[in-house]
């Protein structure tokens, strides 16, 4: 197994984890609360509130959670010469002194 392999798994099993703890702090996110009888004879009624910091931290871990499959899907997937998908090169690899256009800039003056 290579590092693209590895790295590629570990991502993978990163995700089962950060679903795993949304599903807890979904679950977590619901109380549930009895209430007795308003007037007597009438019956007891239970009440549901939803916390939403839980559900916060849920979709998070969602969002965190497909974040790492779309980068462990990009490191396995084949580039178009067949060979796995490498990062793009920097702007200094390009001799682009910022990154925006060529390394040495001509000035001229009004014309």
């Not at 392999?5 to 702090?25: D, Q």
């Not at 979904?26 to 559900?55: D, K, L, N, Q």
């Not at 916060?56 to 178009?80: H, K, N, Q, T």
């Amino acid at each position: 197994m290579n590092r693209r392999t590895v790295t590629a798994a570990a991502e993978w099993l990163g995700a089962v984890v950060a679903l795993a703890v949304a599903v807890w702090c979904w679950i977590h996110a619901r109380v549930m609360s009895e209430f007795g009888p308003v007037a007597p004879g009438a019956p007891s009624f239970e009440g549901t509130a939803y916390s939403g910091s839980w559900i916060a931290v849920a979709a998070a871990l969602v969002a965190v959670a497909g974040l790492l499959v779309i980068d462990s899907v990009r490191r396995l997937r084949p580039g178009p010469a067949g060979e796995p998908a490498e990062p793009a090169p920097s702007p200094e690899d390009l001799g682009l002194a910022d990154g925006v256009g060529p390394g040495t800039v001509e000035h001229r003056g009004a014309e």
